[in-house]
């Protein structure tokens, strides 16, 4: 009994060891990375970096503005979330509420997979298909746009805002839906009135995620945003060319001298990214912790 | 055959040889009877008889069930409700539901009662006062008037109930089911629950399923006993309770089986 008590302890401290393995790793990334930013600041202020309205890392007066840069991932961002919320919520509800079951099932798999594609061959698509396309219809001088980015991105997130919020949907008690029914309301009105006002946690959770993972695209924008490092304007912005952080860092570090103040800038823009992101995740968090449902 | 209950000054529910199948399986067998206006009519018998089955054809909640089944004929006020030109929303606005579980809506106490006028076109100047009415006749009025606006899940669970009761009244309906409204309660909201039943019985046709014979014997002026999908047994409390005709009404109710 007891030889056997200490192997017992003995694979609980190796799970224990593995487990806080990733958290060790995270915080190694966060002091690699902050370190690393930190150095840029002995060159240019804080202030400047964030304040500042060009990015001209390799001219001979070199500037670190971090703003065309910030804005180009925000307006990319902001475009794929009003085209993906109100499409992703629809198709949430339609596979919650109103499908048949035997439809429900055949579309869950392939939402799924739209989620498993990855993002090089959504930006290959977007180069080939959607940015001709752009420059035709709109007649513009190029289809790489920051609303080719949004559109792209914008199907890029609907698997992850669907999965969450039909979750959220699902989990509506079904009494709730009884009550609102025996009460002569449609199913519309119950929709509406009654489900989704009482998954509406689970929903702005569904689109904090959503969020997040369109702030963190790279390639797929790198391919059809055109990588223009200038301060978009709102909304006439949407019709050029963008560059987002995350196509700045890919697209730079594998030219930029290790050590130089251009290096550590994009470690910088890095953090900017990674705060952005965690911020975002924070916020899912705490709602999704919220929505859980108290019944009776 | 239509059992029990002789000179009815007025039906308010007519059933007439009503079948339901949920897939194979046939839940509900030749049922007939006739419920009697503002009266309470108490449906008992054992898990799985079929009596929460039949209070769900009434407003046709059953409608929902995937694969159910219905032959027969339902009227109420003379109207067939299984017609074909029926409106189930029509329908479930005059024959009013409440729960086993409470299920107030996640929002303020207020808008729970305010969502079935809201949704049937109420005039926003009349929501206060069929509010507070609702709640009046759900006897929750003092104990909510003061705090309209907060949550109804904030409320106690005997509140809840009465909340979903004064939330069915202010749709205005004529007849009420209750499928076992005290069920998850304790003694004290079960007391002041089924003091309100049975002063509602004034304004309302009452049908309620109870597990709980007592309960029954208590508040209802007639009662069927229902026993694997069928209706053994339907009469006047009184009499069913005393003077069973059926030997299995009898054991049941004596509790030699259930």
Known sequence: MFSKNSKEKGIESVLFFISTLTVLILFLICIFLFRDSLLLFKETSLLDFLTGKFWYPTSVNKQFGLLPLLLGSLLVTAGSILFSVPLGIASAIYISELAHPKVADFLKPFIEILAGIPSVVFGFFGLVVLVPFMQKTLNLPTGQTALTGSIMLGIMALPTIITISEDAISSVPSTLRQGSLALGATQWQTIYKVIIPASLSGISAAVMLGIGRAIGETMTLMMVTGNAAIIPSFPGGFFGPVRTMTATIALEMGEVPQGSAHFHALFAVGSVLFIITFIINLIADSIKKKYRFKVG | ?258
């Open chain 2, 1 to 258: 055959m239509t059992k029990g209950v002789q000179n009815v000054s007025q039906v308010q529910i007519k059933v007439d040889n009503l079948n339901l199948w949920y897939g194979e399986k046939q839940a509900l067998k030749n049922i007939s009877m006739q419920i009697p206006k503002n009266s309470v009519t108490a449906l008992i018998g054992p898990s799985g008889c079929g009596k929460s089955t039949f209070l769900r054809c009434l407003n046709r909640m059953n409608d929902l069930v995937k694969n159910c089944r219905i032959e027969g004929k339902i009227s109420i006020e003379e109207k067939d409700i299984y017609g074909p030109d029926v409106d189930v929303v029509d329908l479930r606005k005059k024959v009013g539901m409440v729960f086993q579980k409470p299920n107030p809506f996640p929002m303020s106490i207020f808008d729970n009662v305010a969502y079935g006028p809201r949704i049937h076109g109420a005039d926003r100047k009349d929501l206060d006062s069929i509010v507070e009415q609702a709640l009046r006749s759900a006897a929750i009025w003092e104990e909510t008037s003061d705090r309209l606006k907060s949550p109804a899940l904030s409320l106690s669970g005997g509140q809840q109930q009465r909340l979903c009761i004064a939330r069915t009244l202010a749709v205005k309906p004529r007849t009420i089911l209750f499928d076992e409204p005290t069920s998850a309660l304790d003694p004290i909201s079960t007391a002041r629950i089924e003091d309100l039943i049975m002063d509602l019985k004034k304004d309302y046709t009452i049908v309620i399923v109870t597990h709980n014979m007592q309960q029954a014997a208590r508040i209802s002026d007639y009662t069927g006993f229902f026993l694997m999908g069928k209706l053994i047994e339907f009469g006047q409390t009184r009499q069913i309770f005393q003077n069973p005709q059926e030997q299995s009404t009898e054991d049941y109710i004596t509790g030699r089986f259930g």
